[in-house]
């Protein structure tokens, strides 16, 4: 797995994928969406514009891989908040947190559609087989792309327990027997992809 984003003239980015790319890219935004869930709608018969100031959830979620998408925003994680902090990060979350996952799956489904356009290419594999494509992106589906791939590598990172100390050497060193080494793969690849990225928008 070695695709890359490269800068396209006039902005967005484009990046050779493979068959196996497009499926694991395509699952996991499939399950980071499964992670965040689908949110709250408003019930029949209410105003959509007031479900906008529908209050959130004051207190972070049970999940770590969820608590690190939505981080308290007052205190650091290893911190014990006094009563002042908490009530400022709960009053903070009730009014961003549902605003903050609907945008975190914008930005997974923008991927999950971007691999579809792609449709099948053909190839070696048979007919109607996806050998491989190249994604193209317009510069905000970049930025989209981008806050989708960061998401997913904090919650592989929470599931691997990844600390900063550590981000690739521990990991990188493990056995292919271990169960975790697919997942590893993926989030070292992910980084390589987020990294890729970033240097097409800032270029």
């Known amino acids: 797995m070695a695709g890359h984003f490269e800068p396209l003239p006039g902005g967005g980015a484009a990046a050779p994928l493979d068959e ?3 499926s694991i890219l395509r699952s996991l935004a499939v399950q ?3 992670l965040i869930g689908p949110g709250e709608e408003a019930p029949e018969g209410e105003d959509p514009l007031a479900a906008l100031f529908t209050d959130g959830p004051s207190e972070p979620p ?3 891989a969820l608590a690190r998408l939505f981080p308290n925003a007052y205190g650091g994680p290893d911190e014990v908040p006094d009563d002042a902090t908490h009530a400022a990060a709960a009053e903070f979350r009730r009014y961003t947190e549902n ?3 609907a945008r975190k799956r914008e930005d997974a489904l923008a991927v999950v559609r971007a691999l579809d356009a792609l449709g099948p290419v053909g190839g070696s594999g048979g007919e109607g087989a996806v050998d491989g494509a190249v994604l ?6 970049s930025r989209q792309w981008l806050g989708a791939l960061n998401d997913l590598r904090l919650a ?3 599931r691997l327990e990844v600390t900063d100390e550590d981000e690739s050497g521990e990991l990188l060193r493990l056995p292919d027997s271990d169960p975790r080494k697919p997942m590893v793969m993926a989030y070292l690849w992910l980084g390589g992809l987020q990294e890729s990225l970033i240097e097409t928008l800032t270029a």
């Open 20 to 22: 196996v790319e497009i």
């Open 32 to 34: 980071l969406m499964e």
């Open 156 to 158: 592989i990172g929470t």
């Open 99 to 101: 605003d903050l996952r």
């Open 136 to 141: 193209r992106l317009k510069p905000d589906e």
């Open 62 to 64: 049970s999940d770590p």
